[in-house]
């Protein structure tokens, strides 16, 4: 089945610095790949996805960049600000799949 | 549109009693919704997915006797925790497809449910 890592586990960063974290995956199948923020107690939500048929997807300061060969697919995160402070987690799912998530990255911008 | 609400968001409860928590798709038809299992500090993990009219589909390791799912509708799915111990306190969350979106790939999640077993 689908393994999924991510890097790193813990992130800090000053605030208007870039973050990137980086996810790789096992199943050459796989064929999407969300992010979701989490904040402590709350629902994950969606933040960007990108599909394996796309190698960079871009919204606002948000991007995704996804390398098949590779099997790994990175989260860019630049003009950082405080309220970006979360946890995020990278999933891959491919077709008739379920999503296998990554064990999430804690970022901290620091004003 | 494509919201997701879980009730209760918290409950406690005693050593040994049920624990009945629902998720409903609120604007959308949802044929399959999945259950996740979230424990402090760690990631989601899939526990089963609940098909609307037929037997849920469990992960490996999640024991289909103590978690009882139920998808009576195309709008509500339920998972009850039989007998809970302290050890399935946990972030309980939902998510659903809305394939009528056209976007087979995306999930929409439920607020969570914290689950305390005293």
């Known amino acids: 089945g689908e393994n999924v890592e991510q890097h790193p586990s813990t992130l800090s960063v000053q605030e208007g610095d870039s973050a990137v974290i980086k996810c790789t995956y096992s199943?050459?199948?796989?064929?999407?790949f969300p992010w979701y923020k989490q904040e402590l107690g709350k629902r994950p939500q969606l933040i960007i996805d990108i599909r394996s048929n796309v190698g960079e997807k871009k919204d606002q300061r948000i991007a995704v960049t996804l390398n098949k060969t590779a099997k790994h697919f990175s989260l860019h995160i630049t003009e950082t600000q405080p309220e970006d402070s979360a946890v995020y987690f990278c999933a891959a799912r491919g077709y008739g799949q379920n999503f296998v998530f990554g064990p999430g990255t804690r970022l901290s911008v620091l004003p | 549109g494509a919201v997701v609400s879980q009730h209760p968001s918290w409950v406690i409860c005693k050593s040994g009693t049920s624990v009945k928590i629902e998720c409903r798709s609120l604007?959308?038809?949802?044929?399959?919704m999945f259950w996740y299992r979230q424990f402090p500090k760690q990631s989601l993990m899939l526990m089963a997915t609940s098909n609307e009219g037929s037997k849920a589909t469990y992960e490996q390791g999640v024991e289909k006797d103590k978690f009882l799912i139920n998808h009576a509708s195309l709008t509500l799915s339920t998972l009850t925790v039989t007998s809970a111990h302290p050890e399935d306190s946990s972030f309980y969350i939902c998510?659903?497809?809305?394939?009528?979106?056209?976007?087979?790939?995306?999930?929409?999640f439920g607020p969570g449910t914290r689950l305390t077993v005293l």
């Open positions: 604007d959308f038809q949802a044929t399959t």
């Open positions: 998510s659903a497809r809305d394939l009528e979106r056209g976007d087979y790939n995306e999930q929409f």
């Open positions: 199943d050459s199948a796989s064929n999407y």
